[in-house]
């Protein structure tokens, strides 16, 4: 009798282990978050053994796959911009003036995601329905393969390719209305090339709005209050965040480890908290009695042997103020379970004190990952919260 009972009681511990996740209140839909949450770490768990047989991590993902499907509003093509692969979506209906236009960058930790899967190309389409706009979303090579700067490099790459006059006569964009926007960690990369994109003589037509959504943008600090207060939130938790950070850099676990424990950076680099210092830059609302601690500094070996996490083109909080004031009109959203709020706060807190003009949108219940929850295949409430104004219509 105490075999058939052991028999039955392993299988309903896996299965709560694997469904049930502590959501806050305020979150609806919990069940189903949990189940979505349940697949995705099933999802991470069996990554490595793809990984040690040589394929990509992430296989069932390939199910979010779909083909550019034109129809009656919108013409769809995958194509290249300087052999990186794009998905443009173009409105049908003529127009008698030129179009305002997106350049898309998807999320996914920087080591999964595609313009082609189904919550992108909803989201692509719906650009084009809400703003009559060419919408161009891109990919860009992941890691474990491919590590920094590579990813920044493809999107950069495929940008300056699109903001040539002759490709945005071919798509009928005007180029005083370009948006370039993205999530998570294509939230990341919009940041950083749009800051370099400033300083690059060849380039004469400028992004001229930039929209960030829950996005990372400094890799120097692992235990901000946002970090704490979401270290256990489903979707993205501390120890994946610091995960996915160390893989864009390296697939040496000593990196990762460091992070974990928020003692990376060298003391040599101290210098650089300034801009990522949480007590000067958060809203009081948001410190909630959480006390400001001086970092512990890490072994130099690691930064010099893996020194992205320390460049401006990774870490966009580490710009200087003679940068952000050049940049233009942005679209910060930040939600508040997760744990990357607080780098979203603090990117809009310097950019206010450097003038520029910032539209800043914070979900209450909202969690990481939740554009991607809005589209029909996952049909989340709160996940129509961001469309509303993630591209501001301009």
Not at 112 to 133: F, H, I, K, N, Q
Not at 315 to 343: E, K, N, W
């Amino acid at each position: 009798m105490w075999k058939k009972s052991l028999c039955l009681l392993i299988p309903c511990v896996l299965i709560a282990y694997y469904c049930y996740t502590p959501v806050p209140d305020k979150i609806e839909q919990q069940w189903e978050l949990m189940m979505i949450w349940s697949f995705m770490r099933i999802q991470m768990h069996i990554a490595p053994l793809f990984e040690m047989l040589g394929f990509r991590p992430f296989p069932l993902l390939e199910i979010l796959v779909v083909p550019p499907t034109s129809d009656e509003n919108v013409t769809v093509t995958d194509t290249l911009f300087n052999n990186v692969p794009v998905r443009v979506f173009v409105p049908k209906q003529k127009s008698s003036t030129l179009r305002r236009a997106v350049f898309y960058i998807h999320g996914g930790g920087w080591v999964t995601g595609s313009a082609a899967w189904d919550p992108y190309d909803e989201l692509g389409r719906w650009m084009v329905e809400r703003l009559d706009a060419v919408v161009v979303s891109t990919d860009y090579r992941l890691s474990p393969q491919y590590h920094f700067p590579t990813q920044f490099e493809d999107v950069y790459d495929a940008l300056r390719w699109f903001l040539r006059k002759k490709v945005l006569a071919e798509y009928g964009v005007d180029p005083t209305r370009i948006c370039i926007a993205g999530d998570s960690a294509g939230g990341n990369l919009a940041a950083a090339v749009n800051q370099k994109l400033l300083n690059d003589p060849e380039i004469k037509i400028k992004v001229k709005i930039q929209s960030l959504i829950y996005a990372p943008l400094q890799a120097l600090d692992m235990d901000l209050p946002s970090y704490q207060e979401n270290s256990h939130m489903v979707i993205v938790k501390k120890q994946q965040m610091a995960e996915v950070w160390s893989r864009y850099f390296t697939s040496d676990k000593a990196l990762y480890e460091a992070m974990v424990a928020n003692q990376h950076t060298p003391v040599e680099s101290s210098h650089l908290f300034k801009f990522v210092n949480w007590s000067t830059l958060l809203p009081e609302r948001f410190k909630k009695g959480h006390v400001y601690t001086n970092p512990i500094h890490g072994p130099s070996e690691l930064a010099k042997k893996y020194p992205g996490f320390l460049d401006v083109r990774a870490s966009p909080l580490l710009a200087d103020d003679s940068t952000l004031r050049r940049l233009p009109l942005t679209h910060i959203l930040t939600c508040q379970y997760d744990v990357l709020r607080d780098d979203g706060l603090m990117y809009l807190s310097r950019l206010r004190a450097a003038d520029v003009q910032v539209a800043h949108e914070h979900v209450e219940d909202g969690f990481h990952g939740i554009l991607s929850f809005g589209s029909s295949l996952l049909n989340f409430r709160a996940g129509f919260v961001p469309r509303g104004d993630c591209i501001k219509e301009r």
